[in-house]
Structures are given as C-alpha cells and as structure tokens.
C-alpha cells in the first residue's frame, strides 16, 4: 500500500490544491491531504472548516481522504504508514523554500521522499491567498475554488466593507 500525504495550509482549499491532490491519487493508493493547523500563520478559516471544505472536496475520490495535524511533518507522515509527501509547484518563485523544505524533511528523515506536481498550466497563478483577495472585494471566484468553497469565502467575508 502506497500512501502519500499532501500537506498545505489549504486556507481555502482551490482548484491548484484540488489539481495536485487528483493527479496524486492516480500514482498513490491512498492520498491523505494533511491540513497543518499553522496558527502562526493566522488562517482565515479555523482549522475545522479546511479540514471539512477539503473533505467535501474529495468526496467523490475513493482513495483521498482529509486530516489535520499539528507536529513535526516527518513525524505525521511516519505516523500514517506513508513513504512520501506530495507539493505542488507552480512557478520557479515556489521552487526555492520548496527545495529548503524538501531537503530539510530528508534530513529528519532520510526515508521519507517528496515528490513535487505541477498543476494543469491554468492554475499556476493561483493562490489560495490571492483568492481570498478577490473574494474579500466581492470579485468572482467561481473559476478558482470548488462551489462549496466559493460559498463559504461569501459567507466569511460578508458583512466585509468593500
Ligand atoms: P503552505 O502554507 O504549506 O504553502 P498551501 O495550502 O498554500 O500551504 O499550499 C500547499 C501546497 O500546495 C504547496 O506545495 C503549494 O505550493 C501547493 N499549491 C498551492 N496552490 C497551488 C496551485 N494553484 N497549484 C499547484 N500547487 C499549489
């Protein structure tokens, strides 16, 4: 049984995440998209709702299911019986700390690979960031994130002054 773990924020979870998380499961037996609690990273939306906008997102796909976790990754992933963590890549701007993370997570753990996915070309540009921001000044969304994320960035940034 081949697992990988895809970790990531997923604050919220967009089209690019869903992209790198469907072509995963096609090389993977099981895929486990891992959300890190990251409250230093003062996330929009609690660790609660990423977790159920990731898992309503993957719903359809048999071998993909939606965790959390809140400890060193080498240690999670070892934990869930996986060989490998799965990033995606989107531009040679993501490359650098992608490259300081992956090298950092061999030296915790030498077993354990990462592998990187590039995502369909139309979703390099997105960034679950930059959804927000558009979103938060009432633009269309609807392109980037699933509809049920969609929803859910309305219902948290009503009441937003535009
Ligand atoms: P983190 O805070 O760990 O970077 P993110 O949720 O922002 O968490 O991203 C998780 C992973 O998904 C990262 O490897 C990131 O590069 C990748 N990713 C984010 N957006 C996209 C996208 N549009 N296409 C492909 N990969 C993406």
Redesign the pocket.
Known sequence: MRTVI??????PL????L??VQRAAKLFDRVVVAV?K?EG?HPTFTLEERVGLVKQAVKHLKNVEADSFDRLLVDYVVGKQAQAIV????AVS?FEF?FQLALMNRKLNENIETIF???KDT??F???RIVKEIARLGGDVSGFVPVHVQAALAQKFSGVKK
Do not use: Q, W
């Open positions: 895809y970790p990531g924020s997923f604050d967009t089209n690019g995440h992209d790198v890190a990251n990273k990033r995606g890549l989107r993501d992608e996915m590039m995502p979703y390099t997105l960034s679950s």
